[in-house]
């Protein structure tokens, strides 16, 4: 292929080059993608075992974590990798496929964050329709939708960059692979794969957050139609951890995709939030701010500790 004939590899700067510093990161950046990952297969485990969560919300509660533990598996173990290197090295293929799956995952977490604010506009607006209007055939319907808008934007631009020829410049200051820095390492014109990655991450972030903030605009004149303090107060708390969720994905989202790449150490900042940070944090927010979750987990840990702790007194008795 042409635009490995010149250079075969990238070398990726990551965070920091002082070798103080990167055994404090390593071992900071690899609790927080343990916990990421112990985190979300904890949820995905505590939902899909109890037959209380089946329910639409719980459905794209499993499709998040599970999106998230992608993300974030996506860049963190080549990081954690490149902070203890020394050459930081990683193959033209690797990072051009690295770029695709952020773009993927990333874009479909958006999507499945709308479809979230809808299911709650549904369960709010019309409670006593909300089974029939969130079935299970729309909800497997809106996860493939997300995922399938998310592959094709992000195929789209990657088989457009994988054409360039990459003949110098060769570093990338960052700490992972994403479309913008690879765009300014080729020596071909880029102004196509600009303007398509511009246009594609406008429209598909402006189409999902068009849809949250309807949502969300609907739920709030519903729930201030409602008389009751109580009332309300309930209504907003069954949306308080998809709107957290949703602040955080999206205004570092946001700030690092729509803002020209300059390899600033705020912009490494953000890119931190939103696929390292953000992923590690999701199953906290839905665990601590939804009840459901909070009883699912309580069953989990009676129905498997009790026992053992039956057990554990009986052999204290004999």
Request: proline share 3%; glycine share 4%.
């Amino acid at each position: 292929m042409r635009n490995h004939s010149a250079v075969c590899e990238f070398i990726l700067l990551g965070l920091s080059t002082d070798p103080y510093i990167e055994p404090l990161l390593f071992v900071l950046f690899l609790v927080v993608y343990l916990l990421t990952v112990v985190g979300n297969s904890l949820l995905l485990l505590v939902i899909t075992a109890d037959s209380q969560l089946h329910t639409p919300m719980s459905f794209f509660l499993r499709q998040l974590s599970f999106t998230d533990l992608c993300h974030s598996s996506v860049t963190a173990p080549k990081m954690l990798e490149n902070i203890l290197s020394e050459e930081k090295t990683i193959f033209v293929e690797s990072c051009l496929a690295q770029a695709f799956f952020v773009f993927a995952t990333g874009g479909t977490e958006s999507c499945l964050l709308a479809a979230t604010a809808y299911d709650r506009y549904v369960a709010i607006g019309s409670p006593l329709l909300y089974s029939q209007v969130m079935s299970n055939q729309l909800c497997v319907g809106l996860m493939w939708v997300s995922w399938g808008l998310a592959v094709a934007d992000a195929l789209l631009n990657s088989l457009l960059a994988a054409s360039l020829d990459f003949c110098e410049g060769q570093s990338i200051p960052h700490f992972s692979c994403e479309l913008a820095s690879v765009f300014r390492l080729s020596c071909s014109d880029t102004s196509t794969n600009f303007i398509l990655l511009l246009c594609s991450s406008v429209l598909h972030f402006f189409r999902t957050l068009a849809v949250t903030v309807c949502s969300y605009a609907r739920i709030v004149s519903t729930v201030l139609s409602v008389r009751s303090s109580t009332g309300r107060s309930k209504a907003f708390s069954t949306c308080s951890s998809h709107l957290t969720t949703v602040i955080l994905f999206h205004g570092s989202g946001f700030i690092s995709y729509l803002f020209p790449a300059s390899g600033s150490p705020l912009e490494k900042v953000f890119s931190l939030q939103y696929s390292v940070i953000t992923p590690m944090l999701n199953p906290l927010i839905y665990s601590l701010k939804n009840k459901e979750v909070k009883a699912a987990v309580a069953r989990m840990i009676r129905k498997h500790f009790q026992p053992l702790k039956h057990q554990t007194q009986r052999c204290v008795i004999k």
